[in-house]
């Protein structure tokens, strides 16, 4: 499984403003530049974000985005399923009409054991296990899977 760069991005996203959680809104530009990535593409990382209820914004001077529920309360999958949508490794796992053979074919089953590994894996880190990751290896993170 290869993650999209707009989930790599959305979660240092995620991560920064769990760093400032109740410091009021960060603006966008700020976290652009500490994370440097572009100001305009984590402009669209937002809307996904935004739909699915984990962030939230003010808008004027002192606007920018917060986190909707608290660093322990959002977990990697959520963010991953924000950006990616359905994480599993192949999609005959969770469609199993999409292939003609998935109901003979043994391999679906390595790949549901797979995707089931991942998704608990990415359930059982939140926000806030970032930050403590964090404290050990340095202000950025790369998740790598």
């Known amino acids: 499984m290869k993650l999209s760069t707009r989930t ?3 979660l240092r996203f ?4 769990a760093l400032q959680y109740n410091q009021g809104p960060i603006q966008l ?6 994370e440097n990535v572009s100001e305009k593409y984590l402009g669209q990382i937002v809307i996904h974000l935004r739909a699915t209820k984990l962030i939230q914004s003010h808008r004027g001077a002192q606007g920018g985005y917060f986190l909707a529920k608290p660093p322990n309360r ?3 999958y959520e963010v991953v399923q924000a950006l990616e949508g359905d994480v599993s490794v192949v999609g005959c796992t969770e469609n199993p009409e999409s292939c003609e053979r998935s109901g003979e074919c043994a391999a679906t089953e390595v ?4 995707s089931d590994a991942i ?3 990415l359930e059982n880190i939140s926000l806030e296990d970032m930050i403590r990751m964090g404290k050990t290896k340095g202000r ?4 790598s899977i």
Not at 14 to 17: E, F, K, N, S
Not at 29 to 34: F, N, Q
Not at 140 to 143: I, W
């Open 29 to 34: 530009s700020e976290i652009a530049k500490t």
């Open 119 to 121: 998704r608990k894996t």
């Open 74 to 76: 959002i977990t990697v």
């Open 14 to 17: 995620m991560y920064q403003l």
């Open 8 to 10: 790599r991005y959305g």
């Open 111 to 114: 790949w549901k054991i797979l």
């Open 140 to 143: 950025f993170l790369d998740f």
